[in-house]
């Protein structure tokens, strides 16, 4: 009986396929089987309530173990892989997944003194709007410049990695002198890079 015909009714889609294609499925061959009747005219369509659009590129994939797919049905489409109990779909969508995150670029506000250690450019004279995707670096791409003020902690004793007054300690609150300014502001540029790597 392997090759008669089966009928699904996925969310209101009628598709017709055979029992061996569906055998990659846990799911759906016990559906077939707990449904089968063997008078086939009397057979009825097996109704599943899930996704009738998707259930197409399931089917696509039992058919052929290939998946041409549009990237907004990928999320959509591992979860039916799960449902349906079919590993493979779903790791081959978990990997399509993952490999499309990777090559999204990760964008990053630099401070004039981290986009030198990325970039052989002279900064000089970069303002926003110029220069415009230039690479700066292995995978990294200048996108523009942003003038804005940065405020900064000033430490007492001036240790750079009191970052913020919560990293000073009773030394530093001791070395405080009578004019000290916990917090000032100054005018930086500030670099956006996209990092590809
Ligand atoms: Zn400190």
Redesign the pocket.
């Known amino acids: 009986m392997e090759h008669y015909i089966v009928k699904l009714d996925v969310g209101g889609t009628v598709y017709r396929t055979t029992k061996d294609t569906l055998r990659e499925s846990e799911f759906l061959c016990n559906l077939v089987d707990g449904n089968w009747s063997e008078n086939l005219s009397n057979q009825k369509e097996i109704f599943i309530d899930r996704d009738g659009f998707l259930f197409r590129y399931v089917l696509l994939y039992l058919r052929t173990g290939q998946l041409d797919v549009d990237k907004q049905y990928w999320k959509s489409l591992r979860n039916e892989a799960e449902f349906y109990i079919i590993s493979n779909l779903a790791t081959m969508v978990n990997t399509m997944i993952d490999e499309e995150q990777l090559k999204k670029p990760v964008f990053r506000l630099l401070t004039q003194e981290e986009f030198i250690t990325y970039s052989n450019i002279n900064v000089t004279g970069f303002r926003r709007g110029l220069c415009d995707r230039t690479a700066v670096g292995p995978g990294k791409e200048f996108i523009t410049s942003i003038q804005c003020d940065v405020t900064s902690y000033n ?5 750079p990695v ?1 970052k913020e007054s919560r ?3 009773r ?2 609150n001791k ?1 405080k002198g009578d004019n000290y300014v916990g917090y000032s502001s100054k005018e930086t540029i500030m670099y956006l890079v996209s990092n590809t790597e």
């Not at 430490?155 to 240790?159: D, F, N, Q, T």
């Open positions: 430490c007492p004793r001036e240790i009191h990293h000073c300690g030394a530093c070395a």
